[in-house]
């Protein structure tokens, strides 16, 4: 197993706040914005005498409620289609234990959420990775390149949409074309939707309203970031295929149940949150324009404006971004801040690759962000003069 | 995957409700006494404004708790030694994909928590069974007889003390025994000990309070029956082993962090729930008197008196206690009542032992074990008459 590449650099993190100096976070997808304040009541008013388990496959009402919620993507999913999960994390394991066997295959368009690759070890299955580039915003590859990627042993296509680490947002015909491809070599779509409520430009289209998907597709969910809720632990795995559904179940039985508290705050969260969620992304859309003005007043940097979700992959002067993130934590100091960044290789499967470029999630408000920006201008300055062309 | 056999027989027990019957559930471990009530009171005052990810290892404060509840027995365990998961049944799955590589071997005691075999089936490991019997209340086999069973693929021997599904207790003598065993061999012992706090007649011996046992011991716990908190889904790995530890974080950083809700919950029953603990033993063991005094006033049963945990194997007078449970729950009617047991061969490995057998749960009062005694006892008699040698 590989640590996870995300929280490999928290030590560094760690001691430079051991040494009084703040750390702006932008390396993590941890949104700043309040929990739904109904939620919390909902937590505050529970009532029940014992904590037992529940249905393996989720609460009933819980799993009610969201199947209405999905009404607005025009999904027409029912409650029977919907388990829920110990956070999108657990849906992501379900759905390759049930899918794949050992040694079995997955193509997933790289770079991709670096825990995937821990998911696949610990279902001992294969990813074959399709490289997007940062020239092209990390646009979907054509129908074409994923089927020449296709062997005897691929069980399904795997996209994150909108995309972390890119921000990218798929359109309804590119999904429909993938899904034709599944279609035609018996394969599942599996669609991780966790950022479909943070689409900037253009209208999200969730796989569920692709009509023809029914045995094919298998969406993974979560109120981690739409509700901003991401220690409750609760996501979902969607699907209408019931083969799946009932494999699913015994992986779900046998670890009892999803925590209960978690299903209450997420009841609240789906009663009362609509309002909660535009404001939510309008406030995420301002943070984007700051990022992406802030990003290009930077000499150097390669950077293109993310359509969705709060991530963006950027392109750093430096010959290796591991190690300027770690100077950035040990040495750099700018008027008592640094700023954490994710290093972007470990979202690539392919070795090599993306070595300049970095994560950042701008989930930081407005003024906090602007601070973490400036940081990252003068670190890469001082990194510059005093790392890459040391004075002689 | 198979399907879990305590579950199996659920949607027999829903018609039966339907039909307007009451189960009473002797099947499960979901106990009736209610969650301490300082623990809901903390939940009631969560002041959080986001749930958020914690820690991997779960939050440092709970963690202090555990280590400060273990002095107890004599364990001298530090918040560094232990892992807060997702329930036990996440601290078994961590176990077992940190200590053994596919097709790799673990020796069990059977009948065992019929839930091993899943995670067993989900790691790809290979359970060694070592069969336990109800003449003997299914006390330990000797060191040698485990011995036996040790190849070149055995990475650890695995106990439930008290056990699940027997009831059984081992004495520190007996594990101080195959700890040696492991010690000599160079494998991990693994000892599941949620229901530790109720030992009836002798005092209970954590494996960690057993010395020398550093580098190969793992403990299971949960807070699931002690505090009366499934649903909360908390449960521990602990152990002094590094590697092992190590290994295990790279797994807890794939699921990101540990309900937060139910951490709370756990961190209130750890500071207030001493009397509640031992208010349950009491209740508990009063049940343990009414369902042994049951028992042996029904023909043809035999039973043994459990020193330990909730639970009893019984051998009923039938010879096939799949059937007969499904029969109680289909065409069973006393007052309007039946009861629901779970029959014990899911919880052997080997085929075709523990045929006639069922586990009881005496997780209900008084007054409704006695209810549901005299249900079991009416239906034998029935199922005698109407099935095993009805009328010609």
Request: charge should be negative; charged fraction near 20%.
């Given at each position: ?36 304040p109904q939620a919390m009541e909902a937590i505050r008013a ?347």
């Amino acid at each position: 197993m590989t640590l996870s590449p995300i929280r490999s650099l928290l030590p560094f993190a760690r001691k430079a706040k051991k040494e009084g100096r703040n750390v702006f976070h932008l390396n993590i997808g941890q949104p700043d914005i309040p929990t739904p304040p109904q939620a919390m009541e909902a937590i505050r008013a529970v009532k029940d005498r014992i904590i037992s388990y529940g249905p393996s496959e989720g609460l009933p009402s819980l799993r009610a409620l969201v199947a209405q919620y999905f009404n607005k993507f025009d999904a027409h999913v029912t409650a029977d289609d919907i388990y829920v999960t110990t956070g999108a994390s657990e849906a992501i394991l379900f759905t390759l234990f049930a899918t794949c066997d050992v040694g079995d295959e997955v193509i997933i368009p790289e770079p991709f959420y670096a825990n995937y690759l821990g998911f696949a070890e610990t279902s001992s299955i294969k990813i074959v990775p399709i490289t997007t580039h940062i020239e092209e915003a990390f646009g979907l590859p054509s129908p074409e390149a994923f089927e020449q990627l296709i062997t005897p042993r691929t069980r399904a296509i795997m996209l994150c949409n909108p995309g972390n680490p890119t921000g990218q947002l798929y359109s309804a015909d590119q999904l429909k074309k993938i899904l034709d491809l599944c279609k035609r070599h018996n394969l599942f779509m599996v669609v991780d939707e966790v950022y479909r409520e943070f689409c900037y430009d253009t209208n999200f289209t969730s796989i569920l309203s692709v009509e023809g998907g029914e045995d094919h597709v298998i969406v993974i969910d979560s109120i981690s970031k739409v509700f901003s809720s991401c220690g409750a632990r609760i996501g979902y795995l969607i699907t209408k295929n019931e083969d799946i559904r009932n494999t699913v179940l015994k992986y779900a039985q046998l670890r009892l149940c999803p925590p209960y508290l978690g299903q209450v705050l997420a009841e609240a969260c789906y009663r009362y949150g609509h309002d909660y969620i535009e404001e939510a992304k309008i406030e995420y859309a301002k943070r984007r324009e700051v990022l992406y003005s802030g990003l290009n007043s930077i000499d150097g940097i390669k950077a293109y404006k993310p359509t969705a979700a709060f991530y963006n992959i950027v392109e750093l002067p430096v010959p290796n971004a591991t190690e300027f993130c770690k100077w950035m934590l040990s040495d750099f100091n700018h008027n008592g801040n640094t700023v954490m960044l994710a290093p972007a290789g470990g979202f690539y499967f392919s070795e090599h690759v993306g070595a300049s470029q970095v994560r950042i999630a701008y989930i930081l408000n407005e003024n906090h962000l602007q601070q973490a920006l400036e940081c990252l201008q003068v670190g890469l300055k001082q990194y510059h003069k005093m790392v890459l062309q040391p004075a002689t």
